[in-house]
Each structure stands twice: as C-alpha cells, then as structure tokens.
C-alpha cells in the first residue's frame, strides 16, 4: 500500500525509483497503481516526474 500523504509519498516513490526501478511505468506496474494517479497527486505539491531524471522534481 502506498503511503496516502503527498509528502510522505514523494519521499517513498523517489526512493523506490533511485534504488529499484528505471522508471515510473515499472513502478506503478509492480505496485499496481496507475501513472496518472502518482502524477496527479504530487502534482498537488508542485512536483512532476522528470522521466531524464527518473524521478520527480
């Protein structure tokens, strides 16, 4: 289960990226969520993924 806080979720799906994932489709594949889901709610603190970076800033 993902962690509902933007925050804390920010902080958990950079760490999953950095350390076991090339990207956010693999990360949204294994955890069985949808990109646009992840995307819209750290768009809510002004991040966005940056796919170069893999990671969102």
Do not use: G
């Not at 990226?17 to 949808?34: I, Q």
């Not at 750290?42 to 990671?55: F, P, R, V």
């Amino acid at each position: 289960m993902l962690p509902n806080q933007p925050m804390i979720l920010l902080s958990f799906v950079n760490t999953k990226l950095r350390d076991e994932f090339p990207s956010l489709d693999a990360f949204c594949e294994d955890f069985h969520v949808a990109k646009d889901e992840i995307e819209e709610k750290l768009a809510s603190i002004d991040y966005e993924y940056d796919e170069e970076l893999n990671k969102f800033v």
